[in-house]
């Protein structure tokens, strides 16, 4: 045991690639890009139900024959989901995903 630090003194290769910065900006950059996508998508669909709940009548605004604002809104959420899932694998496979193999090499002793 490391008394210093109340764990054992070996550690796996698990543990130190955690330890490694290049895991550390892997995982900066995921949260960097994760939690603002996810908080705004929230907030959208917030928005759509708290507009359901709060504003019928404007949900129910007629634009074009049986076509109301809320089915808009409604659908531009399905919409907004596969932007989302599109800009995130962009943003995966120029930033996350090199990274993630290097660590990978790494963990299975290859030559990276």
Same mark, same amino acid.
Do not use: C
């Given at each position: 045991?490391?008394?210093?630090?109340?764990?054992?003194?070996?550690?796996?290769?698990?543990?130190?690639?955690?330890?490694?910065?290049?895991?550390?900006? $892997?995982?900066?950059?995921?949260?960097?890009?994760?939690?603002?996508?996810?908080?705004?998508?929230? $907030?959208?669909? $917030?928005?759509?139900?708290?507009?359901?709940?709060?504003?019928?009548?404007?949900?129910? +605004?007629?634009?074009? *024959?049986?076509?109301?604002?809320?089915?808009?809104? *409604?659908?531009?959420?399905?919409?907004?989901?596969?932007?989302? +899932?599109?800009?995130?694998?962009?943003?995966?496979?120029?930033?996350?995903?090199?990274?993630?193999?290097?660590?990978?090499? $790494?963990?299975?002793?290859?030559? *990276?």
């Amino acid at each position: 045991m490391d008394p210093s630090a109340g764990r054992p003194a070996t550690t796996t290769i698990y543990e130190q690639v955690q330890a490694t910065a290049e895991f550390q900006d $892997l995982r900066r950059r995921l949260r960097r890009f994760v939690f603002p996508m996810s908080a705004a998508f929230l $907030l959208w669909y $917030l928005l759509y139900v708290l507009l359901a709940s709060y504003a019928p009548a404007f949900m129910a +605004t007629k634009l074009a *024959g049986n076509i109301t604002v809320g089915l808009v809104i *409604g659908l531009l959420q399905f919409v907004s989901t596969f932007a989302i +899932t599109a800009v995130y694998v962009r943003y995966a496979n120029r930033h996350l995903d090199p990274r993630a193999e290097r660590l990978r090499e $790494l963990i299975e002793g290859g030559d *990276g």
